[in-house]
C-alpha cells in the first residue's frame, strides 16, 4: 500500500468518524488541509448522507472547482443539494472551458440566469465552446492564449506583456500568428528573455510545431500528446485560425477519464457509475446487461438442449463439458483485451489487422494443441476412454481457434458499426465461446460415441 492511499483512507476515516459524531470542528480541520480534487475524491468515497453533510462543509470558495473534480453523476446530487445563489456564486470565477464542463449539468433557470450576468465576450466564449462536440479539442482547449506576430521585434512583445501584467498559467511559450490570425509558430518565453530585444519574432520563432484541429477527438489530442511528448499545443480551425491551446493538465484527466471508462465498460457499467448511490438506480444499471447476458446463457442451454440424448447417455460428458468452454472463454479474452487496447490507442487499422488476425489463429493452434493434449490425457485417466480424450481434445482445439478468431472480428466489428468494444464485446465473445465450444464437444460426442 502506497503512502498516497494510506494518507487518503486514513482521512476518510476521519472524515467518516467526524461526521458520525457531529464534530464538524474536525471535518473543517481536515478539509482546510485538502486541493480541491481531494475533497472531489472524498465527496465521491461516502455515502449519500455522509457525502452531502460533508458537502456543506466544503469552503464555499472552492466549490466550483470541487464539482469540476468530482464525476457526473456526483455533481448532478451535489448541484440538486444548492439553491440558486450558491451555485451562481460557485461557478463565477471558473474559466470558460471549465464552465463549458459543468454548465450543461445546471438547473435551467440557473444556467439561463448565469449567461444573462455575463459580459458579451465571456458569453460568447462559452457559446462557442459548447457548439463543439463534447469529446472534441474544442472542449479541451484553452481560449486564454497570448498571440504575437511574426514581424514584431521581441522589445515589442516584451512591452505587450508587461501592460497585460500577468501571463496565463502554465504558459512557457506564445502563440505566433500572421496578420490574418493564423497559426504560425510558437515563441519559447526563455528565447524571448534571453535574445537581443531588437530581433524579430520571425527569427527565433518554431515553425514545425503540432497544431490540433479543433474537431479532433479528445483520445486523438492524447494519444499526440503521449506520443510527441507536448506539454502545450495551439488549437486550430479548418483554416489554420489560432482558437487557444491545451496543455498537458488537461490531458491528464482525459487519460484517467478513458481508462475508467474502459474499465467500466468491460463490465457493462457506466464510467460515471457512483460507488455509493441508492440500491434501486444502481440496480436498474445493471439489471440490463445481466438481462442481456441471461439471454446469451439460454442461447447456450438452447444449444446443450440439443444434445439432451448424449449427455443421458454419457454421464462423462456433463463432467468435462465446462472445461470446452472455459478455456475458450479464456483464450478469447485475453485475444479480445489486446484487440481493444489496440483500437483504444489506434494500433489497429485495416492495414495490419489481417496480419493481427493471422497471428491469433496461430497462437490459438498452438496453445489449442498443448493444452488440448494435456486435458485429454487427464480424461483418459479420469474416464478409461480414449474415444472422450480424442474428442475433448479435438473440442478444445476448435474451441480456442473460435476464440482467437472471436477476439479479433469481434472488437472490429464493433468498431466498424459505431458501438464501443470494450461495452459488449465480452458479452458477445462469452456467447460465441459457450455455443462452439458445447456445439463441438456434444457434437463430435454424439456422431462418434452413440
Not at 458537502?55 to 444548492?82: A, F, Q, S
Not at 489530442?221 to 489560432?242: C, I, R, W, Y
Not at 497462437?363 to 493434449?373: E, H, K, T
Given at each position: 500500500m502506497?503512502?498516497?492511499?494510506?494518507?487518503?483512507?486514513?482521512?476518510?476515516?476521519?472524515?467518516?468518524?467526524?461526521?458520525?459524531?457531529?464534530?464538524?470542528?474536525k471535518?473543517?480541520?481536515?478539509?482546510?488541509?485538502?486541493?480541491?480534487?481531494?475533497?472531489?475524491?472524498?465527496?465521491?468515497?461516502?455515502?449519500?448522507?455522509?457525502?452531502?453533510?460533508?458537502?456543506?462543509?466544503?469552503?464555499?470558495?472552492?466549490?466550483?472547482?470541487?464539482?469540476?473534480?468530482?464525476?457526473?453523476?456526483?455533481?448532478?446530487?451535489?448541484i440538486?443539494?444548492?439553491?440558486?445563489?450558491?451555485?451562481?456564486?460557485?461557478?463565477?470565477?471558473?474559466?470558460?472551458?471549465?464552465?463549458?464542463?459543468i454548465?450543461?449539468?445546471?438547473?435551467?433557470?440557473?444556467?439561463?440566469?448565469?449567461?444573462?450576468?455575463?459580459?458579451?465576450?465571456?458569453?460568447?466564449?462559452?457559446?462557442?465552446?459548447?457548439?463543439?462536440?463534447?469529446?472534441?479539442?474544442?472542449?479541451?482547449m484553452?481560449?486564454?492564449?497570448?498571440?504575437?506576430?511574426?514581424?514584431?521585434?521581441l522589445?515589442?512583445?516584451?512591452?505587450?506583456?508587461?501592460?497585460?501584467?500577468?501571463?496565463?498559467?502554465n504558459?512557457?511559450?506564445?502563440?505566433?500568428?500572421?496578420?490574418?490570425?493564423?497559426?504560425?509558430?510558437?515563441?519559447?518565453?526563455?528565447?524571448?528573455?534571453?535574445?537581443?530585444?531588437?530581433?524579430?519574432?520571425?527569427?527565433?520563432?518554431?515553425?514545425?510545431?503540432?497544431s490540433?484541429k479543433?474537431?479532433?477527438?479528445?483520445?486523438?489530442?492524447?494519444?499526440?500528446?503521449?506520443?510527441?511528448?507536448?506539454?502545450?499545443?495551439?488549437?486550430?480551425?479548418?483554416?489554420?485560425?489560432?482558437?487557444?491551446?491545451?496543455?498537458i493538465?488537461?490531458?491528464?484527466?482525459?487519460?484517467?477519464?478513458?481508462?475508467?471508462?474502459?474499465?467500466?465498460?468491460?463490465?457493462?457499467?457506466?464510467?460515471?457509475?457512483?460507488?455509493?448511490?441508492?440500491?434501486?438506480?444502481?440496480?436498474?444499471?445493471?439489471?440490463?446487461?445481466?438481462?442481456?447476458?441471461?439471454?446469451t446463457?439460454?442461447?447456450?442451454?438452447?444449444?446443450?438442449?440439443?444434445?439432451?440424448?448424449?449427455?443421458?447417455?454419457?454421464?462423462?460428458?456433463?463432467?468435462?463439458?465446462?472445461?470446452?468452454?472455459?478455456?475458450?472463454?479464456?483464450?478469447?479474452?485475453?485475444?479480445?483485451?489486446?484487440?481493444?487496447?489496440?483500437?483504444?490507442?489506434?494500433?489497429?487499422?485495416?492495414?495490419?489487422?489481417?496480419?493481427?488476425?493471422?497471428?491469433?489463429?496461430?497462437?490459438a493452434?498452438?496453445?489449442?494443441?498443448?493444452?488440448?493434449?494435456?486435458?485429454?490425457?487427464?480424461?483418459?485417466?479420469?474416464?478409461?476412454?480414449?474415444?472422450?480424450?480424442?474428442?475433448?481434445?479435438?473440442?478444445?482445439?476448435?474451441?480456442?481457434?473460435?476464440?482467437?478468431?472471436?477476439?479479433?472480428?469481434?472488437?472490429?466489428?464493433?468498431?466498424?458499426?459505431?458501438?464501443?468494444?470494450?461495452?459488449?464485446?465480452?458479452?458477445i465473445?462469452?456467447?460465441?465461446?459457450?455455443?462452439?465450444?458445447?456445439?463441438?464437444?456434444?457434437?463430435?460426442?454424439?456422431?462418434?460415441?452413440l
Amino acid at each position: 500500500m502506497t503512502e498516497t492511499t494510506e494518507t487518503l483512507e486514513h482521512r476518510l476515516s476521519r472524515i467518516h468518524l467526524a461526521l458520525e459524531k457531529e464534530q464538524l470542528e474536525k471535518v473543517d480541520d481536515v478539509l482546510s488541509d485538502l486541493e480541491p480534487a481531494e475533497v472531489a475524491l472524498l465527496l465521491e468515497s461516502l455515502p449519500p448522507a455522509a457525502r452531502i453533510s460533508l458537502w456543506e462543509r466544503v469552503p464555499g470558495e472552492i466549490d466550483g472547482e470541487v464539482l469540476l473534480h468530482v464525476h457526473d453523476e456526483v455533481r448532478g446530487t451535489l448541484i440538486d443539494d444548492m439553491d440558486h445563489a450558491e451555485i451562481v456564486a460557485a461557478t463565477t470565477g471558473l474559466d470558460t472551458t471549465d464552465l463549458a464542463e459543468i454548465f450543461e449539468d445546471l438547473p435551467q433557470q440557473v444556467a439561463a440566469d448565469m449567461l444573462r450576468s455575463m459580459d458579451a465576450l465571456q458569453r460568447s466564449r462559452l457559446q462557442e465552446t459548447l457548439s463543439f462536440e463534447e469529446d472534441s479539442a474544442g472542449r479541451l482547449m484553452r481560449t486564454d492564449t497570448i498571440a504575437v506576430r511574426a514581424d514584431v521585434s521581441l522589445e515589442t512583445v516584451r512591452r505587450f506583456l508587461r501592460w497585460k501584467e500577468a501571463v496565463p498559467d502554465n504558459t512557457h511559450m506564445l502563440m505566433v500568428v500572421d496578420r490574418d490570425g493564423r497559426f504560425v509558430g510558437v515563441l519559447p518565453l526563455a528565447r524571448l528573455v534571453a535574445n537581443d530585444p531588437e530581433m524579430a519574432v520571425a527569427d527565433l520563432m518554431d515553425s514545425e510545431v503540432d497544431s490540433i484541429k479543433v474537431t479532433m477527438k479528445s483520445t486523438d489530442v492524447a494519444t499526440l500528446f503521449q506520443t510527441h511528448d507536448l506539454t502545450s499545443a495551439p488549437v486550430v480551425d479548418e483554416s489554420g485560425l489560432l482558437l487557444g491551446r491545451i496543455i498537458i493538465d488537461d490531458i491528464v484527466d482525459v487519460i484517467r477519464e478513458n481508462s475508467e471508462q474502459a474499465l467500466m465498460n468491460m463490465a457493462g457499467l457506466d464510467e460515471e457509475e457512483d460507488l455509493f448511490a441508492p440500491v434501486m438506480p444502481s440496480a436498474k444499471r445493471r439489471a440490463v446487461w445481466l438481462g442481456i447476458n441471461l439471454l446469451t446463457a439460454f442461447l447456450a442451454a438452447w444449444v446443450i438442449g440439443r444434445f439432451e440424448a448424449a449427455l443421458d447417455q454419457i454421464v462423462a460428458l456433463a463432467v468435462l463439458m465446462p472445461i470446452v468452454a472455459s478455456m475458450g472463454g479464456i483464450a478469447g479474452s485475453q485475444t479480445l483485451t489486446l484487440a481493444i487496447r489496440g483500437l483504444a490507442l489506434g494500433q489497429i487499422s485495416r492495414t495490419n489487422s489481417q496480419w493481427l488476425l493471422r497471428k491469433e489463429i496461430g497462437i490459438a493452434a498452438l496453445n489449442g494443441v498443448l493444452w488440448s493434449l494435456v486435458v485429454a490425457v487427464l480424461a483418459v485417466l479420469w474416464f478409461d476412454s480414449i474415444a472422450i480424450g480424442v474428442i475433448i481434445a479435438a473440442a478444445l482445439v476448435i474451441n480456442m481457434l473460435a476464440a482467437g478468431i472471436a477476439g479479433i472480428v469481434i472488437p472490429l466489428m464493433l468498431k466498424r458499426a459505431g458501438i464501443d468494444p470494450a461495452l459488449s464485446g465480452s458479452v458477445i465473445l462469452t456467447t460465441v465461446t459457450d455455443v462452439v465450444g458445447f456445439m463441438s464437444f456434444l457434437g463430435l460426442a454424439t456422431v462418434f460415441l452413440l
